[in-house]
């Protein structure tokens, strides 16, 4: 299993970037995939996600703001971000799990420990 992530890291406040996740390796069309971002001093936390279904979950924080697609023809998830603010520079992370549902994701609180398989990171840098 390999993700891959990759997009704009420099961005204005109020700018717009979109972040994408390239997957190989495994069955695309049977993952959830996640995206999660770190920033310096604080615990990794989930920013969204979207099941092989095609159901999608957003943190409050990014909801109305950021949007999560998928397609399963390139095995590739984006992450399109408008609106941004100086708050959401982090380093954001792709992550994969096999079969995850909305479901469980919601009872576990969208936790980084349900889903084995994750990318490098990639730096986004919000200016203000």
């Known amino acids: 299993v390999q993700l891959v992530e990759s997009g704009e890291g420099l961005v204005q406040a109020g700018g717009s970037s979109r972040l994408s996740c390239a997957a190989s390796?495994?069955?695309?069309?049977?993952?959830?995939i996640g995206w999660f971002r770190q920033a310096p001093g604080k615990e990794r936390e989930g920013v969204s996600c979207?099941?092989?279904?095609?159901?999608?979950h957003y943190a409050s924080s990014v909801k109305g703001r950021f949007t999560i697609s998928r397609d399963n023809a390139k095995n590739v998830v984006y992450l399109q971000m408008d609106n941004l603010k100086p708050e959401d520079t982090a380093v954001y992370y792709c992550?994969?799990?096999?079969?995850?549902?909305?479901?469980?994701?919601?009872?576990?609180?969208?936790?980084?420990?349900?889903?084995?398989?994750w990318g490098q990171g990639t730096q986004v840098t919000v200016s203000s």
């Open positions: 390796g495994f069955t695309f069309d049977d993952y959830t």
């Open positions: 979207i099941t092989s279904d095609g159901d999608t």
């Open positions: 992550a994969a799990s096999r079969r995850l549902t909305m479901r469980a994701i919601t009872d576990l609180r969208f936790s980084t420990t349900i889903f084995p398989y």
